[in-house]
Structure formats: structure tokens, C-alpha cells
């Protein structure tokens, strides 16, 4: 689970009305609670939509003991703000270490953990830090980072020689502690010329790519994503479209009626 923007998570997770992950539901349901609380409404409000999202193993329990419960996981959800719109800054001399690679999925992959690298600290439950490497060091999570890298098309093999080839380069420091994998990147800067800011992450190789190969990347007209260049002057992505589309029939039938 990678969660870039807690406040579109959300929204995902109450039109689903299911939880995403199985293992990570008690952070998805923390996520839940700090929208709606965000959202104005109260803490009753919330159970009553909560309802969609069952507390599995309090079936029997009575409903003293069930609220009880339900307050300890609202103080946790609300002990930290929802977590949206994080404007991260990439800077030159970090895309300089990325493009060094000879591997475009190489850059892809550690470009990815750079953006989640610099999101993540920000992130109380996702880093801690380090005294032996002076740094803070943000739990590992290789799924989702190879989902966004786009690059689970090859062997997980291939993918582990990615990691590698990343390690022998001094790209990439992983570390383990209390059980957990950790890492870093020790080409990480805090300041110099900026190459350019994230806040939107539906589309994070797409920064990448755009800023490489400017000439074959564009802007979405609505949302801004990234989208690549076809022969077919293509103004929205292809969430923004459908969405369009959508609102077009409803006209379209509202006017016929
Ligand atoms: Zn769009």
C-alpha cells in the first residue's frame, strides 16, 4: 500500500466501499477517519459510515467494549492531519544521478523510490531514524514501488537485478530493523536547482519522462497528469475522459428528456 494522497484514497475507498489491502485495513481505516473528520463530520457520523468497513473479531463482543475500541482507533486516527496535496521538490543533480544509469527501467525504478523516498518522510509509520546512518531511513515496500515503476512486465528476477545494479551503484542503502527492510538513497539532496515539484502522484514516471523527452509527453487539459503523444490529438487522460464522457451523456439524455 503506498498512499500518496490520503484525501483521494479515501474517496476511492468509500465508492469501493471495501478496503484495498488486507494486511494494511487499520491504516486505511485510520485514512477514513481522518477524511471524514476533515469533512466536519462527527465522530458518530463516522462510525455510521464506518459500517461498510466491519472491525473483523468484534462480532461478539458487547457494544460497551466495541466503543471503547472505536475510541482508541479514533485517537490514533486524528493524532496526525490527513495527508494531502505534499509538494515534493526534485532536484537537478538527483535526475543527473537517476539518468547516469545506461537502464531506463533502472532510472524508472529509482525514480519511483526517490519520489516515495521524499513523500515517506514525511510519514510518521513509514520511517524512522537511523544513528548509524545518520538518516532517515523509509520502510521498504517493492510491490507497489514496481507497480508505479510499471516494470512488474518483467521476471521478478529482472526486477532483483534492477535492485542490484542500483546497490552496486551507491544509488541505493537497504538496511534491516525490528524485522522490517529500510532504506535510503544516498544521492538525495536538500537543496540546489530544482528540476521540478510533485503534488499531483497519479502519474509519477510520467515527471520523469516529461522532463527527459519533453516532446513526447503533454499535460492532461483537466487534472494536469502526464499522458504521452499520440497521432491522435488527445486533450484528456483517460480517468478526465471517461469522467467528460460521462457528464456529456447526462446532458445529452437530460436534454432529450
Ligand atoms: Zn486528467
Not at 157 to 163: F, G, K, P
Not at 195 to 223: M, Q, V
Not at 243 to 251: D, F
Request: proline share 2%; net charge positive.
Amino acid at each position: 500500500m503506498l498512499v500518496f494522497d490520503e484525501k483521494k484514497y479515501a474517496e476511492k475507498l468509500l465508492k469501493d466501499k471495501k478496503f484495498q489491502t488486507y494486511r494494511q485495513k487499520d491504516i486505511e481505516r485510520y485514512i477514513l477517519i481522518r477524511y471524514l473528520h476533515e469533512k466536519g463530520l462527527n465522530n458518530d457520523e463516522i462510525r455510521q459510515k464506518l459500517d461498510k468497513f466491519p472491525l473483523i473479531g468484534c462480532e461478539y463482543l458487547d457494544k460497551k467494549d466495541v466503543d471503547l475500541i472505536y475510541e482508541r482507533i479514533f485517537q490514533r486516527a486524528l493524532s496526525c492531519p490527513l495527508v494531502t496535496n505534499v509538494e515534493i521538490k526534485i532536484y537537478k543533480e538527483e535526475i543527473d544521478a537517476i539518468n547516469s544509469l545506461d537502464d531506463n527501467f533502472a532510472q524508472d525504478l529509482l525514480f519511483v523510490l526517490l519520489v516515495y523516498y521524499k513523500w515517506a518522510i514525511n510519514q510518521n509509520y513509514l520511517y524512522f531514524f537511523s544513528k548509524h546512518n545518520n538518516v532517515k531511513m523509509v520502510m521498504t515496500n517493492d510491490i507497489d514501488i514496481w507497480k508505479y515503476a510499471n516494470i512488474m512486465k518483467l521476471r521478478v528476477s529482472e526486477r532483483h537485478q534492477l535492485s542490484n545494479k542500483l546497490i552496486l551503484n551507491n544509488l541505493y542503502i537497504e538496511d534491516n530493523f525490528k524485522s522490517y527492510n529500510y532504506f535510503y538513497l544516498p544521492f538525495i539532496k536538500n537543496d540546489g536547482d530544482i528540476a521540478f515539484t510533485i503534488n499531483n502522484y497519479d502519474n509519477i514516471l510520467g515527471e520523469l519522462h516529461i522532463y527527459n523527452n519533453p516532446d513526447d509527453y503533454k499535460r492532461c487539459s483537466n487534472c494536469k497528469v502526464v499522458i504521452k503523444k499520440t497521432r491522435s490529438p488527445k486533450k484528456y487522460c483517460n480517468n478526465c475522459a471517461k469522467l467528460i464522457k460521462n457528464k456529456q451523456n447526462k446532458k445529452y439524455y437530460k436534454n432529450k428528456i
